[in-house]
């Protein structure tokens, strides 16, 4: 583990390099990956075998999970959207498809109306779905830098839920083992829901092998798992 100024100096220049490649990713392949990643978060969501589904509400250039929530939705799950309080903390609403957005605390990010709820929205919540810029094989996050989630997994683990938790990037933003600084407080996952499928991580930094694509069962980050069919 590392931390220090020249980790969150070296987190803060690879965000950008990813961030800049997000924003130069053609609309087109963009739109393209909506089929995979409803594709995928189904798969997932079926093994899970829970009711509701915690994820995101992506920003421009960001993995277009919303088509992905809407079918999950519709498929008969809860989806469940973060809302932004004061303290870097998260509360979570309920979301279906029409459900009224509204501009939220922080500049661009438009968040769910309706009634906010803590961690006790996790009752049934099966499934944790969590942004990340870029995720190394290690499990190691790379977030947006505000240390929402950082801050909001060991106080989701404290009140008893343990939700599946897995990150979602595009699949060129899941980095070889030990490319992605850590600092004290980073989160680090199991698994990463990409356009391609779900990749299982915790490889050891220094071993660059291919990591399967998988929709690993349960919480348990390799056990049970099974290999994705190719595409």
């Not at 600092?183 to 499928?197: C, M, P, R």
């Not at 220094?206 to 349960?218: F, K, L, Q």
Request: hydrophobic fraction near 40%; charge should be positive.
């Amino acid at each position: 583990m590392t931390n220090g100024p020249a980790d969150a100096d070296a987190k803060a220049r690879l965000r950008g390099e990813v961030l800049e490649r997000r924003r130069r990713r053609a609309g087109a392949a963009r739109r393209g990956a909506e089929a995979g990643f409803s594709r995928h978060l189904a798969r997932v969501l079926a093994e899970t075998n829970a009711p509701d589904v915690a994820a995101f509400l992506p920003l421009p250039g960001e993995p277009p999970l919303l088509p992905a929530l809407a079918q999950a939705h519709e498929r008969g799950h809860r989806v469940w959207l973060p809302a932004v309080e004061p303290g870097r903390r998260l509360s979570w609403v309920r979301w279906q498809p029409g459900t009224p957005l509204a501009p939220g605390a922080l500049p661009g990010l438009l968040e769910p109306t309706g009634q906010r709820h803590g961690t006790e929205a996790f009752t049934a919540v099966g499934l944790l779905v969590v942004p990340v810029v870029a995720v190394g094989r290690d499990g190691v996050r790379l977030g947006f830098g505000g240390g929402y989630y950082d801050r909001f997994l060991p106080v989701l683990s404290a009140a008893g839920h343990r939700p599946r938790i897995m990150a979602c990037c595009f699949a060129d933003e899941v980095m070889p083992a030990g490319s992605v600084p850590r600092e004290s407080h980073d989160a680090v996952l199991d698994t990463v829901l990409t356009e391609h499928g779900v990749v299982v991580l915790r490889e050891p930094a220094g071993d660059r092998s291919p990591a399967p694509a998988t929709t690993g069962r349960g919480a348990t980050p390799c056990g049970g798992s099974e290999t994705l069919p190719p595409e």
